[in-house]
Nanobody
Framework: QVQLVESGGGLAQAGGSLRLSCAASGRTFSNYVMGWFRQAPGKERELIATINWSGSSTSYADSVKGRFTISRDNAKNTGYLQMNSLKPEDTAVYYC??????????????WGQGTQVTVSS
């Protein structure tokens, strides 16, 4: 089992920044691919960023590419999502997730509880 706890959400103004953290406990964090998802009201959950086990490979959805950066510190068992140039359409509940292998779907095995991000215009 891997337990994930997100933090760092809140209210930001358009153009501002937030950094989300995802603290992992349980099994060895470095054995898992990590993904960040978000879900806005009335919309499907969207995969926005992934990072491989070592942190050497990342991928992003077009909606956040160039603005968000995913990273991880395996020594601290923590993943991060740096969000810059925020837009009102980034408003959503953000989830981190972990899975033994890379997936482009939402079928990740372990999930955090989510953290709300609200961007005002």
């Amino acid at each position: 089992q891997v337990q994930l706890v997100e933090s760092g959400g809140g209210l930001a103004q358009a153009g501002g920044s937030l950094r989300l953290s995802c603290a992992a406990s349980g099994r060895t964090f470095s054995n898992y691919v990590m993904g960040w998802f978000r879900q806005a009201p009335g919309k499907e959950r969207e995969l926005i960023a992934t990072i491989n086990w070592s942190g050497s490979s990342t991928s992003y959805a077009d909606s956040v590419k160039g603005r968000f950066t995913i990273s991880r510190d395996n020594a601290k068992n923590t993943g991060y999502l740096q969000m810059n140039s925020l837009k009102p359409e980034d408003t959503a509940v953000y989830y981190c997730a972990a899975n033994p292998v890379f997936l482009r779907t939402s079928d990740y095995r372990y999930w955090g509880q989510g953290t709300q991000v609200t961007v005002s215009s």
